[in-house]
Each structure stands twice: as structure tokens, then as C-alpha cells.
């Protein structure tokens, strides 16, 4: 089963031409399921449905309950902002939690769920986006007990494991992160434990997501580091689930044109007892 998280920066820049750069990568790709954060939406029309239809795949979103800081940015009031999921497979079930919000303005962070009917077995999958201030990383550890606690209200009844993505805005060693995983600090939620599908990765290979060598992001100056995640429950019978493979990417311009201000990650999961790859 292939995997894959992408933040893809709501409409900022120009969004006409980078959302023909998105729907290319992902053609290219042919991801099963896609986690997406900042997935805009108007009166008429809904990135995540835009790309849905062509690519031919089940699509489902949640908007932000609090889209006004993010509409302030834009200036436009009348676009929303939220968190999608598409899928090869249909939709089993699906549900939202909201993420709680610092001190100050409360920019409607969430979790989103959705039961993937796959053949083998079905898949327990969500996305969701943290926020996102460099100080926040308490607020960031309340989320992720929250989205720990969610995850667990809807893993059951299956043998293919939690599979969560995202972007967290949070290096991998935070204690968000850590708090998230479970396996090298006390777990979010009791007895709960999911790896970062990185563990897996070749260490030689680039690993940022949020790098200095995307135009968009250049000028901010900071460093570059890896802050989108794709995290699995420990296999199921026979390594279901088992992460085969990881890798960065939509790290490039795609016709002269940088599909988002963050790289996405792909991950090979293990989709049947016993055997590798999709």
C-alpha cells in the first residue's frame, strides 16, 4: 500500500498553476492513500475534490472551525482551509476531532479519520496538521495526546495497523514527536505506541521537508528540517503493515513550478501478511 503525506499550502502563491503541479506529482506517484493538509476550499469547488476526479480516487475533508487567521493571510474571506484524506479504496467511516489551541487566537487545528475498505483488510488511516509556532511545543504535546486518544477510539476491528500522517511542524526529536510515538518516552495514550515510517529510511537519503532549497521558503531563513510524518502501529500478523520502504518527495519544481512550500513523503507498507509492496 502506498502512502503518502503532503502539506500543500492552501492557496497562497500561484495556486492555479501549482495545483497542475500537485495533480501531476500525485499521477506520477499513484499513491493508494494521500494524508493532505491545507486543502482549500470555495462555494464552488474543492481542492481535494479537484484532485479526486482526475486522479479517480474516494475523497473526503474536514475545514477548519476557525478560518479567520488564515483568511486574514489571504485576503479572502470566503475561502476555507482544512484537512483531506483520498483514498483508491471506498470510505468506510470517517470522523473529526478537533486539536486544542494555544494561548491567543485559535486557528482550528484538527485530526481527520477515515476507515479505508481495502482488500485485504481495512485500514484505520488519518491526517492532521499541528500548529505550527516555533514556541508551541506544549501546545503541540496537548494535541498529540488528544489525537493518540482518537486513534485509539478507532483502531479497532482490524489487523492492519494505525496508520497516521501529517505535518506536525515539529523536528523529530520534540517532545511532541517523541510523546507521540511512544517508543522512546512514555506513549500519549496508554500502551499505544506507532513508528515514524523514517526509522525505516535509507540515513543517506534527504530527509527535509521543510528545506531552504524551495524558493518559497528561502527567504525565511531558518533551518532546514524534516516536520511531515507518516507514522504506523507496530505490524500485524506477518508484518502487515510493515514499512518496506520511505522516501522524500515532490522536492522539485514541476514545470518550472514548486508544487507547495513543503515536500511530501511516500511510504511502501506492507498490504498483505506475509508479502511485500502494494
Known amino acids: 500500500m ?7 499550502w492552501w492557496r497562497f502563491g500561484a495556486w492555479q498553476e501549482r495545483r497542475k503541479a500537485i495533480l501531476a506529482v500525485l499521477r506520477d506517484l499513484r499513491p493508494d492513500v494521500v494524508g493532505l493538509q491545507e486543502v482549500w ?3 464552488v469547488e474543492n481542492l481535494a475534490q479537484w484532485l479526486a476526479d482526475d486522479l479517480g480516487m474516494y475523497w473526503t475533508w474536514a475545514p477548519s472551525r476557525a478560518p479567520h487567521r488564515w483568511q486574514r493571510r489571504l485576503g479572502d474571506p470566503t475561502i476555507a482551509m482544512g484537512n483531506a484524506i483520498l483514498s483508491r479504496w471506498p470510505l468506510a467511516e470517517q470522523d473529526v476531532v478537533q486539536l486544542p489551541a494555544g494561548p491567543g487566537e485559535d486557528d482550528g487545528r484538527l485530526a481527520l479519520y477515515a476507515r479505508l475498505a481495502a482488500p485485504s483488510q481495512p485500514v484505520p488511516f488519518f491526517t492532521t496538521h499541528l500548529t505550527s509556532a516555533v514556541d508551541a511545543s506544549a ?3 496537548e494535541q498529540v495526546r488528544v489525537l493518540a486518544e482518537f486513534v485509539a477510539a478507532h483502531r479497532t476491528g482490524t489487523a492492519f495497523p494505525p496508520v497516521i500522517t501529517g505535518d506536525f511542524n515539529a523536528w523529530p526529536d520534540s517532545d511532541e514527536v517523541r510523546l507521540f510515538g511512544g517508543y522512546k518516552t512514555a506513549p500519549a495514550a496508554p500502551g499505544q505506541v506507532f513508528f515514524d ?5 535509507d540515513p543517506t537519503q534527504p530527509s527535509t521537508t521543510w528545506d531552504t532549497a524551495n524558493p518559497f521558503i528561502a527567504a525565511d531563513f531558518g533551518p532546514s528540517v524534516r516536520v511531515d510524518y507518516i507514522h504506523v502501529g507496530p505490524p500485524g500478523p506477518e508484518g502487515l503493515g510493515f514499512v518496506d520502504s520511505v522516501r522524500r518527495v515532490a522536492d522539485r519544481a514541476v514545470n518550472g513550478v514548486w508544487p507547495s512550500d ?4 511516500l511510504a511502501e507498507l506492507r498490504s ?3 508479502s511485500a509492496g502494494v
Open 2 to 8: 502506498r502512502v503518502l503525506t503532503w502539506n500543500v
Open 41 to 43: 476550499a470555495s462555494d
Open 139 to 141: 501546545v503541540r504535546c
Open 197 to 201: 515510517a523514517w526509522e525505516y529510511a
Open 262 to 265: 513543503h515536500a511530501a513523503v
Open 272 to 274: 498483505e501478511s506475509g
